[in-house]
């Protein structure tokens, strides 16, 4: 039998709730109908399907038919059908139907003892925010319950009432026992905004039914906000509805909560305002919704707002909450890179671990003896350098200002902020010091000796395929370590304005960032530039508008972009903004670190997969030629990585385009 979702939630409607009791009652519905109302909710579902047995009392109980009076007739006559084939020596087994005394008194005689009965039923938003008797609409819960006497079991549904009627079911188990089962009520359209009540119906084999005592549920409807790269305010307003998705993506964003002051604020994340602290503990008790980490305030009225990508709150009294991170190094407000990528946002959840290596294949960052310059704004102790690799391939130290954007030491009131501020860093010098494939054996061989991943900015353009070995040598050295190692290969720049002369720039990306192709834990990327003025948005610079840089080679092998002209400190302690594709993508390796220090049972291409699909999408929808997946989001990224490593069964019921950034 097969009926469409709609059909039998109608018809589920029309039960009533006296129907159940916690003691036998056939006469007032129709268990087998309702079964195989959870049964075709269940195709719905693509969940298992399940055979439906029918009893004697389903059969003999003459007010069985009334209970389809008011319902389809090609349900009346397909459950006559199936009905009818059931053999009668099966009958033979039903005992209890005969437990019944003839007089028709309510009270069962001798049942009780082998009832199957709830001894717990509990069933919560499975988001994980404070309010576990609340759940936003197309979100999750989560349904446990332990049945004794189960043995003459059949199965246990999950049913939703509205006003004392059956509106929906969510579902249906045969274990006797469940424990914090996933439920995506994405998959019920009409469990909409308003409150319900839940309860577990258990069906017998022969066909009694009983319910667990009811919960009290109320589905939160919202609407969803979104920003762009650009720092924005977006205003919070009540027609967001009881629930709120407010998404700042990149730039310093500020949430204005006009008519709400912070005493109307109950809690942020489960905890008070006073208590926020960006870099302790904000991110511990996040919600889990739509397959990403989300803030969550709680407003005394009942109102709750889901938020990411937002650095910044401001009350109806004008006053201001700082959620992100900042620091006090001095180009920290110039540092336009990480602004547009909401790197402040993503420290609050890790600024690097050691469970994470980070490598350089550049120019390396010693200075040869004799020759100026230093390491600046680098702290010593996390290098790990050989003395053949020197930094004097290009004269202010290219692989310096690489590796300063990745890992400068934040917050010690000089120089700029590095993205990831403690994991250790590789250095290698593949200009003048190593071959590439040496570089990377090495470096995979110290990473994998200590059990950490390992993130690779390559700052290396045009043909290196061949350095150290043959193509093949290098495409199975970066296959062969896709679980443990990740490459973030600048994309060239092979166009006007560029240092290489590429005449395929428009087409494609340069040399090894070709593999991304074929490499699943390579990422090819381009240089955004801004193209106007930009704009300074609470202390920070912002850009307004962005393009790829002329120089970037792009194509249908580019991967992602990040912002270039990043602020890097050079090898003689100037600040430089450093440019080419060469300073782009140390941001995505940083970013990539950050996402790999949230969630280190990640692979290499699990970590790319992330970073793609919570880019800020540019240019004409979806992916394209000129952007790749689009812009890198630091925060969007280590929230998918966190809500997959909090709570992996419910991040994973969205993938791809469908996780919300
Ligand atoms: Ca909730
Ligand atoms: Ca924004
Ligand atoms: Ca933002
Ligand atoms: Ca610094």
Do not use: C
Not at 610 to 636: C, E, H, K, Q, W
């Amino acid at each position: 039998m097969s009926y469409n979702l709609k059909l039998l939630e109608s018809f589920s409607s029309n039960i009533p709730n006296s129907s159940l009791t916690s003691e036998p009652n056939l006469s007032a519905i129709s268990p087998s109908t309702t079964s195989e109302l959870t049964e075709s909710l269940i195709r719905a579902n693509n969940r298992s399907s399940r055979s439906v047995t029918y009893s004697p009392a389903d059969l003999t109980n003459p007010t069985q038919t009334s209970a389809f009076q008011d319902n389809d007739l090609l349900t009346q006559m397909s459950v006559s059908q199936e009905v009818q084939e059931i053999p009668h020596s099966t009958f033979d087994n039903y005992l209890y139907a005969t437990s019944y005394p003839p007089n028709g008194s309510s009270n069962p005689l001798s049942t009780t003892s082998i009832n199957p009965i709830f001894t717990n039923f509990s069933v919560f938003d499975a988001s994980g925010d404070n309010t576990t008797t609340s759940v936003f609409e197309s979100g999750a819960l989560r349904l446990s319950y332990n049945l004794a006497n189960a043995v003459s079991l059949s199965n246990v549904r999950l049913e939703v009432l509205r006003s004392d009627r059956v509106v929906s079911t969510l579902g249906s188990w045969n274990q006797a026992n469940l424990s914090n089962e996933l439920i995506n009520l994405a998959s019920f359209s009409n469990f909409t905004g308003g409150s319900y009540q839940l309860r577990a119906v258990v069906r017998t084999s022969n066909g009694q039914e009983f319910s667990s005592a009811s919960q009290a549920m109320k589905v939160l409807s919202w609407n969803r906000t979104n920003g762009t790269f650009a720092g924005e305010t977006i205003d919070y307003t009540a027609e967001l509805g009881t629930g709120a998705v407010i998404m700042g993506r990149g730039g310093t964003d500020t949430l204005n909560l006009s008519g709400i002051s912070p005493s109307h604020i109950t809690s942020i994340n489960g905890m008070s305002l006073a208590a926020f602290n960006p870099l302790s503990g904000s991110t511990t008790n996040q919600a889990v919704f739509g397959g990403t980490a989300f803030d969550y305030i709680n407003l005394a009225d009942g109102r709750e707002i889901y938020l990411q990508g937002i650095e910044r709150l401001r009350f109806s009294d004008s006053s201001t909450f700082e959620l992100q991170v900042r620091t006090n190094d001095n180009f920290f407000g110039s540092q336009w890179n990480l602004h547009i990528s909401d790197v402040g946002s993503a420290w609050r959840f890790t600024q690097g671990t050691s469970n994470v290596l980070l490598a350089s294949l550049d120019t390396g960052i010693l200075t040869a003896s004799g020759a100026g310059g230093g390491i600046v704004d680098i702290s010593t102790n996390r290098l790990i350098t050989d003395p053949s690799d020197d930094d004097n391939f290009n004269n202010y130290g290219h692989g310096h200002s690489a590796i300063s954007i990745m890992s400068a030491t934040a917050n010690n009131s000089s120089g700029i902020s590095g993205i990831n501020w403690n994991s250790s860093v590789y250095v290698n010098d593949v200009y003048r010091g190593v071959s590439l494939q040496q570089a990377i054996r090495d470096t995979v061989s110290y990473a994998r000796a200590r059990n950490q991943k390992v993130v690779f900015q390559g700052g290396i353009q045009g043909n290196w395929f061949n350095s150290g070995g043959t193509r093949e040598q290098l495409e199975q050295l970066i296959r062969d370590n896709s679980d443990v190692a990740i490459f973030a290969i600048a994309a060239g720049n092979g166009g006007p304005g560029g240092n290489l002369s590429d005449p395929s720039y428009l087409t494609s990306v340069s040399g090894v960032a070709q593999l991304e192709t074929t490499h699943n834990n390579l990422i090819s990327v381009g240089a955004l530039r801004n193209t106007s003025a930009t704009t300074t948005i609470n202390g920070l610079t912002n850009a307004v508008s962005v393009n790829i840089a002329s120089y970037s080679n792009r194509g249908s092998n580019l991967t992602l972009m990040a912002a270039t002209d990043s602020p890097a400190m050079d090898k003689f302690g100037n600040m430089r903004f450093f440019g080419g594709t060469s300073g782009a993508n140390p941001n995505v390796a940083g970013i990539a670190s950050l996402v790999w220090s949230v969630n280190s049972t990640l692979t290499g291409g699990q970590v790319r997969q992330i970073l793609i699909d919570t880019a800020m999408d540019l240019g004409t929808p979806g992916r394209n030629n000129s952007f790749g997946y689009g812009l890198v989001n630091a925060d969007a990224a280590v929230r998918r990585a966190s809500a997959l490593q909090r709570s992996s069964d419910l991040a994973s019921l969205y993938s791809g385009r469908s996780i919300f950034v």
